[in-house]
């Protein structure tokens, strides 16, 4: 038999790669005993005994087994070798997108058994927010403002991908995105660097568990290091060009966080950072990540941009590209096979010496060593099904979804729909669409496991409401990516304009009809991840019109958007009674809106970006500096606010909330404590809640300008029906630092500092403090 492989696009990205193996032999391997050369016992725990375990291995390997260690194939892309016989040869370290246990366990014995010293493979996979069981994307689950959800989400993630055999997840990215063009704004926590960091850490230990090896659990990657999120004009691939400061202050904590969190792997990035390529980059990789941080994970590069160091003009040629990438740093070559090819002739000319060629073979194999695999390389691919898409699974997934969504209007508290009505219209074609509610990146979820919007809502409300469905309008999108051809986004049904017309007109008229409408809206799967950028961030397609026109009908009408970016609502902010934001939440996501719709669940989820009026504004963080003439901040566009719509940490909820009583323990902290920071916090209104306390902190002087407000702290609290906590922050003053472009060091610059308390960045209960030396 042979595995079943989809046919490889023609440009060699990533993800297309999905391969879905049918069970049976790649390439039949032939039954011969292969000499054994005793490999040495891995019954061993301590570093120290790893690192032993793994130099007396490393002494036992020729050049082409370490570079083979240092070579992670997909099998979708051109080989030169069958799968099979690299394995057995030692000529490759890793696979990735293999999701088929007996294929995994199958090919895993080939390298155990038959290689000339056992040294198991490592099985990758991009499990980004889900396996099988596909959970809300990450920037939903920043959305959330609740690092304990995130983690036990992306846990559940590892328990399925663990099950199937995958070892190494390539996740989390924990790029800091401040353009919501740039399609992979989805993939990460948003735009600010203390929530960033809190969501970077939480997944991390999801994934791993307590520590690497952890059963159930697989190895975390942190992406892209660095820059990637800055990428000129939001389109993907692009140079990113990052002052110091920036790179200091607001994309490397982030990485520092997942690090310290014990991530056991990184990933280098595709462009170039400031005119040299991530993966090309000593700065990186050596100096910040191994020098400066003390890394001491596996470095691997991202897919094909070794080889593309040619391409970015930086490197002569394929050999000069492999010795490029080692002497920066990067430990195991993603898909291209420029290590395989020409490493060795690196190595031979002295370009990359024997010791810099051994430390990242030793990385890897510590790796290995870390995780296990030389104890327990196998997974059980008989025990695999009953594992995936449980009912945990499916509980934790609605769970996550409910807790990720955000309120961003509610005009007459139209939600949580009131019995009252009868008839709702329920419009939109992503609402009966399986493959897009999962959103991008879940490559090993399966559409027919979703639950829509429709089935969510028919289950919910129809036992005593009647649910009428249209589409309205379809979306459709010109083909623009490789990746297209993996999504399963219905194909449009509408072929021509007079049946565009009818259908549009048809929703309307169910509108009418109804007592409330319910609008599904948003942007196909496709429409965000890699190769995804939007040069607008409108409505695509006649969603806008369709809104308008329901809105015009003089019916309630909700507006829920399915996405992973702000869109323009600058419309609908005005007319549209109420909108929920519910991302891209997932397998159970039909389920959790109607849990939201009908009240069963109350939203508490807050913004992780600002949101933008126009594109015009981008990029509209809210940590910027003050300049000149602050008081005139919000008119510096002659055409229009320079506001965003929505702030950050912005987010309603049917509760109602105060915060009084704003106190610090102190009026002043030395360098290097935490100042206490309490408040009152009180859940106003007759229904239990969430609300997120955010605190903010400026410095007011220092060696260079801060920011005019930067998040220092938070907590989710939940709170009964008029329940009254006290809520006390811990203000790590560590946190208070910065990189200064005059000094070009970090400190704790001691001074007066700002500090506000509230919902979201505009809070306005305010105090004051010292940071004394
Ligand atoms: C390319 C993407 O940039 C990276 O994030 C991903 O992990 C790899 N491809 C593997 O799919």
Redesign the pocket.
């Known amino acids: 038999m042979r595995t079943k492989i989809v046919p490889v696009p023609k440009l060699s990205?990533?993800?297309a790669?999905f391969l879905v193996l049918a069970s049976g032999l790649l390439f039949a391997a032939p039954n011969a005993a292969v000499a054994r050369q005793s490999a040495p016992s891995a019954h061993v725990s301590s570093d120290q005994d790893a690192t032993a375990f793994v130099n007396a291995l490393l002494g036992k390997m020729t050049l082409e087994e370490k570079i083979g260690q240092m070579s992670q194939v997909a099998l979708n892309t051109k080989l030169d070798e069958p799968a099979d016989e690299m394995a057995r040869k030692g000529q490759v370290g890793s696979f990735?997108f293999i999701t088929d246990a007996a294929e995994i366990n199958r090919l895993q014995h080939v390298a155990v058994d038959q290689s000339r010293l056992h040294i198991p493979l490592i099985f990758g996979f991009?499990v980004i927010h889900g396996f099988r069981t596909i959970y809300p994307v990450p920037l939903a689950m920043a959305a959330s403002w609740d690092p304990a959800v995130v983690e036990h989400a992306q846990s559940m993630a590892a328990k399925e991908a663990s099950a199937t055999g995958i070892q190494w997840t390539?996740a989390p990215?924990v790029d800091i995105a401040r353009d919501p063009r740039w399609g992979r704004i989805m993939e990460g926590a948003g735009e600010d660097p203390f929530l960033g960091s809190r969501i970077a850490e939480a997944q991390v230990r999801g994934f791993q568990g307590e520590s690497l090896g952890a059963p159930g659990h697989i190895m975390a990657c942190v992406?892209?290091f660095a820059g990637y999120g800055a990428v000129s004009g939001g389109r993907d691939y692009e140079e990113s060009n990052i002052s110091d400061e920036q790179l200091w202050n607001v994309y490397f904590p982030p990485f520092q966080a997942a690090i310290n969190a014990g991530a056991g792997s990184l990933?280098s990035a595709?462009m170039d950072l400031n005119g040299v390529p991530a993966t090309g980059n000593r700065f990186l990789l050596h100096d910040v990540l191994r020098d400066d941080w003390k890394f001491q994970g596996l470095v691997v590069s991202?897919?094909n941009s070794v080889e593309s160091l040619t391409t970015h003009g930086f490197a002569s040629d394929e050999e000069d590209a492999a010795a490029r990438a080692v002497n920066a740093g990067v430990d195991m070559e993603?898909t291209s096979s420029t290590f395989q090819h020409k490493l060795a002739a690196a190595v031979h000319q002295g370009v990359v010496t024997q010791a810099t060629l051994d430390a990242a073979v030793r990385q890897i194999l510590l790796t290995k060593y870390r995780l296990g695999l030389f104890r327990n390389p196998y997974v059980d691919p008989a025990k695999t099904a009953s594992q995936l898409v449980t009912q945990e699974q499916r509980d934790a997934a609605r769970q996550t979804a409910t807790h990720t969504a955000v309120l961003l209007r509610n005009e007459g508290n139209l939600l949580p729909l009131s019995k009252q009505y009868k008839s709702i219209a329920l419009i939109g074609s992503l609402a009966e669409s399986k493959a897009d509610i999962m959103g991008s990146w879940s490559l090993a979820g399966h559409p027919s496991d979703s639950v829509t919007v429709l089935e969510g809502l028919k289950k919910r409300f129809s036992s005593d409401t009647q649910i009428a469905y249209t589409k309205g309008v379809e979306i459709e999108r010109e083909q623009t990516s490789i990746f297209d051809e993996q999504f399963t986004s219905p194909k449009p049904t509408l072929k021509t304009d007079a049946e565009r017309d009818a259908e549009f007109h048809h929703a309307i008229d169910l509108v009418r009809q109804s007592d409330v409408a319910v609008l599904v809206l948003g942007e196909l799967q496709s429409m965000s991840g890699?190769q995804a950028s939007r040069l607008s961030l409108d409505l695509p397609g006649k969603q806008e019109e369709l809104l308008e026109a329901a809105v015009a009908t003089g019916k309630p009408v909700v507006l829920v958007l399915l996405n992973a970016r702000p869109l323009n609502l600058t419309w609908a902010s005005q007319h549209v009674a109420a909108i929920l934001e519910a991302w891209y939440p997932g397998t159970e996501g039909g389920d959790a809106i109607a849990d939201l719709l009908s009240g069963d669940a109350n939203p508490g989820g807050k913004l992780p970006v600002a949101w933008p009026r126009s594109v015009g504004q981008i990029p509209i963080n809210y940590a910027r500096n003050l300049t000149q003439v602050p008081e005139t901040a919000d008119a510096r566009y002659w055409d229009g606010p320079s506001t965003p719509l929505y702030p950050f940490g912005y987010g309603l909820s049917y509760s109602s909330f105060s915060m009084t009583n704003l106190r610090l323990a102190s009026p002043s902290v030395h360098a290097g404590s935490k100042l206490e920071v309490s408040v009152d916090v009180q859940n106003t209104s007759s229904r239990d809640g969430d609300e997120v306390v955010q605190l903010y902190t400026h410095q007011r002087a220092g060696s260079a300008s801060r920011p005019v407000r930067e998040l220092k702290g938070f907590r989710r609290v939940s709170l009964k029906a008029g329940e009254k906590q006290t809520i006390t922050l811990a203000l790590n003053t560590n946190g208070l630092g910065f990189w200064s472009p005059q000094t070009h060091r970090w400190s704790i610059e001691p001074g007066q500092f700002d500090l506000w308390v509230g919902h979201d960045e505009t809070a306005s209960d305010h105090a004051s403090f010292a940071v004394l030396p």
């Open positions: 990205f990533t993800l790669p990735l991009d390539f990215m992406k892209h990933m595709y991202d897919w993603m890699e």
